[in-house]
């Protein structure tokens, strides 16, 4: 895509984006582990931006029950692996987009690859993948990226930003040696939607943290990957302070609510304690109803 196809592609971003910010943004290197529910259209939606440089990652392939919420999961691609589908859809927009593409899960032992000359983070990755989230957010720490976290919780968007030199994961979810892999899933659950929005809604039947199983939507999706473009652009062109941990956003259009604050001391703060505790008793009495 020469110089002249590329202004005419993205010419429609001018007016929020100026023509420097843009050839920041074309030259802007975004790492996105998980080619899933939120990481393929996050991929797109930031392909459509202007950004032309990836570094993406996805050892699964899509099947049909990915088809309710994933960009990329349709019948000509099922049984194909993720990235590879998704790198080809960022290809058919921007034919030039430079990719370094993993089909294989992101570990200790590629993550410094994986993270090699990128800009920032998106972590895209599986709800229930907990051990690699936490690998990956440590080594972005070390190398002094933001990650930009945004899960699709019931019908909503819940935002977390974190800094390189603000509070880590494990701080932030207040993760203590010794925890059952239940109680690390039920701080990160918690942990990472604070304003609660969809507990109003949600049949905690359907959540099994044993057996990583929950409800997902494809508009919570969407609306997850509206808020991580925005604030992976805020970030990229610098304009001006970042809302980061422990301060935290959700948006959920089927309540009609916007919810950010500031959880002091994270899931460390008192009333988080007792959200925890609350969301426990919910989702064991809601284990006890599948099992009669």
Known sequence: MNDYIYARAFSRNLGLINQEEQEVLRQSCVAIPGMGGVGGIELVTLARAGISRFHIADHDSFEEVNFNRQYGATLPARGRNKAEVMA???????????????KQAIDAANADVFLKDADIVVDALDFFALETR????????????????????????AMLIFSPTGMSFDEYFNLKPGMSFEEKMLAFAVGLSPGGTHL???????????????????LACHIASGMCVAAVIKILLKRGP????????????????????????GNRNPIQRLKIW???RMLEKGKREREL
């Open 134 to 157: 936490r690998m990956l957010f440590a080594k972005a720490r070390e190398k002094n990226l933001y990650v930009v976290s945004v899960g699709p919780i019931g019908f909503s968007g």
């Open 242 to 265: 970042v809302k980061v941990v422990p301060r935290y956003s959700q948006f959920d259009p089927y309540t009609m609510q916007y919810k950010q604050s500031c959880l002091y001391g």
């Open 88 to 102: 080809e859809a960022v290809r058919s927009i921007n034919p030039d987009a430079e990719i370094l593409l993993f």
């Open 200 to 218: 109003a809604y949600m049949d905690c039947k359907q959540v099994d943290l044993k057996a990583r199983a929950g409800p997902s939507l494809g």
């Open 278 to 280: 609350y969301v426990k």
